[in-house]
């Protein structure tokens, strides 16, 4: 009896790694203890939010005695929120966004799936390259769109433009980058993304229906030495930017992302609010209200990065004494090490014996390598040095 679809069960099979390795996590921390399990599986903020917040929930508290203080808002987002938000990225973005080229959205994966929704026919593209997160052929699937990666330029992450502009085709609708990049920390260079609006641009000079450069961007804040996150907007006419708050604010069950379009896109306005309709018609109806108030509330706001900083020399220091090869992250706060041997099921396999819970690299479409998040606690990075070095060892 096949109780569900066969995309969505395909899409569970390719979604697994990262639940079974907390799944597991959960039945080692029952056997063990929390404290002699180190879990580096999930990506989930853990440095509290700005001080500031405290002081928007008690203002958001008195409101809650006004009539509709928390009822629907406008579909495309609260209208002084958006307003703050343009303003917010016409500074980081270099272009002149206004409110209308801004839609508020439930996460940056709710912009997501609304885009898509948008814009994709049955068996149109999406290109990306790899290694990329994990959900990206999901939100494009539901919708009849597929997933195409191509390569890395190794040992740097930074994408093959040639093996991506070899893979365009007639039914390629997008193209997705994510910098800072989950899993690997690479922050994407100033050439690449020119590079990138260059290969747009070249496209959509030869065909009706527009390429899309979309720029996911919910790591943008935490960029690591003075490296600096390039605006994407000006590269090309059909860029548009994605975020969130989740973990700039760590606020990330309040669900509040964006979706922003160079204003100079060819019917931006259209396209806006073609997402407007469907960030409603996919249920999502608007965005949090009170996360919208309280986002509004923060901006400018962010949580204390150093904290990020120096887990990041942690972990590099634990990945260095177990003779394990690296390329240092830019950003975010992933490391993609290789797997010694190469096999990243064995390595990861041999990182259970020992406690220590990481997600194979072929989870994010890289075999060969695996992917440790350091949004922990220190002492989880400082005690798995042995764990790490053992399970070197058996490799060996």
């Known amino acids: 009896m096949q109780m569900i679809s066969s ?52 203002k958001l508290a008195e409101q809650s005695g006004q009539p509709m203080a928390f009822g629907y808002c406008p579909n495309a987002g609260l209208p002084a929120f958006r307003e703050a938000l343009a303003a917010m990225l016409a500074k980081q973005q270099q272009v002149p966004v206004a409110a ?14 609304s885009f898509f929704r948008a814009v994709l026919e049955p068996g149109d593209e999406v290109l990306c390259p790899s290694p990329y997160f994990v959900e990206y052929g999901a939100y494009c699937g539901h919708f009849g769109g597929t997933l195409k990666a191509t390569p890395p330029t190794l040992p740097s992450f930074q994408p093959d433009l040639d093996a ?23 922050v994407y260079s100033q050439e690449t993304l020119a590079r990138l609006g260059g290969l747009v641009n070249r496209v959509n000079a030869t065909r009706p229906r527009p390429l899309y450069l979309i720029s996911d961007e919910p790591y943008r804040f935490l960029a690591y030495g003075g490296v600096t996150v390039p605006p ?8 548009l930017v994605i975020g969130s708050f989740s973990k700039s604010l760590s606020l990330a069950g309040e669900r509040i992302g964006y979706i922003a379009v ?34 509004m509330g923060l901006l400018g706001e962010g949580v204390d990065l150093s904290v990020y900083e120096r887990r990041r020399t942690a972990m590099a220091q634990v990945l260095t004494d177990a003779g394990i090869a690296f390329t240092l992250p830019q950003g975010a706060f992933y490391f993609f090490p290789e797997a010694p041997g190469g096999d990243d099921l064995a390595f990861t396999d041999a990182l259970l014996r020992h406690n220590v819970l990481a997600v194979p690299g072929r989870g ?33």
């Open 232 to 239: 994407v907007l000006p590269v090309s006419p059909f860029a």
């Open 100 to 113: 209308a080229d801004v839609v508020v959205t439930c996460g940056a994966a709710g912009a997501l799936t």
């Open 262 to 295: 160079n204003p100079s896109m060819p019917d931006a306005a259209l396209l806006m609010n073609a997402v407007t309709m469907t960030n409603r018609t996919l249920g999502f109806v608007n965005a949090p209200v009170i996360g919208q108030r309280l986002a």
């Open 364 to 396: 994010f479409g890289l075999p060969g390598y695996f992917r440790l998040s350091f949004s922990v606690e220190d002492h989880v990075i400082t005690g798995s040095a042995a764990g790490f070095k053992a399970a070197v060892a058996e490799m060996e």
């Open 7 to 58: 995309a969505v069960l395909k899409q569970m099979e390719g979604a697994s790694w990262i639940r079974r390795m907390f799944e597991r996590g959960t039945e080692l921390k029952k056997q063990f203890g929390t404290e002699n399990v180190f879990d580096f599986s999930l990506g989930n903020p853990d440095i509290p939010p700005p001080p500031k917040t405290r002081e928007m929930l008690a």
């Open 164 to 186: 991506m502009e070899a893979a365009v085709t007639d039914r390629t609708r997008a193209i997705i980058i994510n910098s800072p990049n989950n899993p690997t920390g690479c």
